[in-house]
């Protein structure tokens, strides 16, 4: 199961925390610090970019 980052977006709270859940599970709303409902995931870019001609057909594949 994957691990999802949620952060508290209420004025008054700062609560940012890591809950393992299931893709199908539906994401917390509400904080577990101050018990409103303006919790939100927290979404990352990745930072692997392939660009090029091939990725590995083309530039690390074997000559042989």
Excluded at 5 to 21: A, G, I, L, P, V
Excluded at 39 to 52: E, N, P
């Amino acid at each position: 199961m994957p691990f999802y980052e949620y952060e508290c977006k209420s004025e008054n709270c700062d609560h940012r925390f890591e809950r393992r859940q299931g893709i199908n599970d539906k994401p917390l709303v509400t904080c577990s610090k101050c018990g409103e409902k303006t919790l939100a995931r927290v979404f990352h870019t990745s930072a692997i970019i392939f660009k090029g001609s091939g990725f590995y057909s083309t530039d690390y594949k074997n000559k042989k």
